[in-house]
């Protein structure tokens, strides 16, 4: 029986989590929580985001760029046939979002620490994309001071991001969060948009 099994007597105990933003960060430390506000999609963007991605059962879905883990664990309970993947290339991020994963016990989440040029999107369906690359520009937020930043970074995950989306299949579906329209790859065309237009779902034509 699944975890998130109506059925399932240990659902309230998951529900929990899920009831809000402030309880769900609750499964992390402070210094971690900190981060929220700026670097974490909220419960109800997750919900819909991830609804439009995982579009049939057993999708794969990439969130490029995954801190915390926040999207995918909020997607794998929403969506509990769907599988998350994140790729984020902190250590303290990854071993804390596996910890988050591990406390609601969910098994359709997959964290990778690594960087983004590495990945071979082909292994996956559909794809979200919460500007994770912003701070690279200067003047931004950013997470920590242990990276190296740079506007050259910034455009160069850009290009590898759209080159790596322009060869994904026809259906592939792609949800960006706090992006410019312009920034979506060629191809992709805008099927719907929410939280004053700060939320936008693309299908690959």
Known sequence: MSLTSPSNPLRGHLDKWFESDDNFHRLYP?????????????LKVVQKA?????????AKILDIGSGAGKFCIGGAYFNPDAFFYGIEQRYDLVRYATIAQEMVGLNNVTYM????????????????????????LPGTYKIDDKLTYSRALYHQYNRYL????????????????????????????????????????????
């Open 30 to 42: 402070l210094y971690i929580q900190a981060l929220a506000g700026k670097h974490w999609t909220p």
């Open 50 to 58: 991830a609804g439009f991605l995982a579009a049939t059962p057993g």
């Open 113 to 136: 620490l690594g960087n983004l040029l590495e990945v071979d999107f082909r292994k996956y369906d559909h794809f979200y994309f919460f500007n994770s690359f912003y701070e690279n």
């Open 162 to 205: 759209h080159f790596q989306l322009e060869r994904m299949p026809a259906g592939t579906r792609l949800v960006t969060y706090h992006c410019a329209e312009e920034e979506a790859p060629r191809g992709y065309q805008l099927v719907d948009s929410a939280i004053d237009h700060l939320l936008k779902c693309w299908i690959k034509l």
